[in-house]
């Protein structure tokens, strides 16, 4: 083919890819804490039996679990501000997509950690007087989180990659970035190959520990 490549422009706005590498990890991270955070409510109330708290529950996971990422978010950017008062900037829009997404999924996780708990345990806490919440924090939950944990873990590699879905509303992180840079000097082969490698470079370590966290857990029974 005979292409030139050329770095000059990536080495050259370095800074724009560090700010939006950053805007990346922020947004990752606050959908991966209010995620796990919503997604342990409604776990709890999908293992619930009365029909008036598992049911909306229910809903919810299969509706975020079964719908696109990228639809979501495009959705709460360009439709939900025309049927509410509510001002969304891109942002909000990317965390309310990828919040509600992995909360649904946490939700399967949580509720798949509190169902291998021994039914005994449970009725050994009702025994002593506990409420069902006093069961599930001091009782269920210490065991099953440790059992959860590997799925959480790969939860936060993926949502992680899920991050750049965020660039089609133009919010300001790694991938958009790389799109504003490219367009402006004509090198996509170049833009998009750093993105990777810089992603690969975020993403492969925690990979990796999860893979030897999980072989630890296999070990240690």
């Known amino acids: 083919m005979g292409y030139q490549f050329d770095f000059s422009a990536v080495i050259g706005n370095w800074k724009l890819l560090l700010i939006g590498l950053q805007n990346s990890i922020i947004l990752g ?17 999908r293992y619930m039996r009365a029909p008036i ?16 990422v990228l639809v979501q978010i495009m959705w709460f950017f360009f439709a939900f501000p ?10 909000t829009a990317a965390s309310l997509g990828l919040t ?36 599930l924090r001091r009782i269920v939950l210490p065991q099953a989180i440790r059992r959860m944990l590997p799925a959480f873990m790969n939860r936060a590699v993926e949502l992680m990659k899920m991050t750049s879905l965020a660039s089609v509303i133009a919010y ?18 170049e ?31």
């Open 29 to 45: 991270a606050t959908c991966l804490v209010l995620g796990l955070s919503l997604g342990l409510i409604v776990g709890g109330m």
């Open 100 to 135: 509600l997404n992995t909360a649904a999924f946490s939700a399967e996780i949580f509720r798949a950690g509190i169902r291998s708990v021994e039914k005994g345990q449970w009725e050994a806490g009702k025994a002593i007087g506990m409420t069902y919440i006093q069961q």
């Open 53 to 68: 708290v598992n049911w909306p529950a229910t809903a919810f996971v299969e509706v975020f679990r079964n719908t696109p």
């Open 172 to 189: 300001g992180e790694l991938m958009h970035k790389a799109k504003q840079i490219s367009t402006l000097e004509f090198n996509p082969i």
């Open 191 to 221: 833009m998009y190959t750093v993105v990777a490698l810089i992603f690969f470079a975020l993403i492969f370590p925690l990979a990796l520990f999860v893979q030897r966290f999980e072989l630890k857990l296999k070990d240690s029974g």
């Open 82 to 91: 025309i049927i509410s008062p509510v001002e969304i900037n891109a942002f």
